[in-house]
């Protein structure tokens, strides 16, 4: 273990102890990270019975013998929609310099990020 960040290709998003999301559950808003203490499945993308997704201790399960999951997977349904990113995690890509070079490298990504983070703090053009 040891990893701060790392990257969920199933759900496509970034994860791991240094990543700020809220928690997946769609009425919770409480701040979590994507550290293994927060993943349905209880590893990684969700290892054998999770669904991967990141919970609050409210919303994780923790069933006998098996690992902890959240309240979809532990009924075998579908799970959650994913949530998008924090606001403050997609700033903090977008302007930490850590991340300078996979700015570069991602020219369309940052593009996107810049799109999703207009969109959660609009401007109200014409309101004012
Ligand atoms: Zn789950
Ligand atoms: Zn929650």
Redesign the pocket.
């Known amino acids: 273990m040891g990893w701060s960040i790392g990257f969920d290709s199933g759900w496509n998003r970034d994860i791991g102890y240094g990543v700020p999301p809220t928690?997946d559950?769609p009425e919770?808003n409480?701040k979590i990270d994507r550290g293994l203490s927060h993943v349905c499945g209880g590893d990684v993308y969700g290892g054998e019975r999770g669904c991967g997704l990141y919970?609050?201790g409210?919303?994780l399960l923790l069933p006998m013998r098996r690992p902890q999951l959240c309240e979809r997977c532990e009924k075998r349904r579908k799970p959650f929609a994913a949530k998008p990113d924090h606001p403050e995690w997609i700033e903090w890509k977008l302007t930490d310099e850590s991340w300078q070079e996979w700015r570069d490298e991602n020219p369309a990504e940052v593009t996107k990020l810049r799109a999703t983070l207009t969109a959660v703090h609009p401007t109200s053009p014409g309101h004012s």
């Open positions: 928690c559950h919770c409480a919970f609050c409210d919303h």
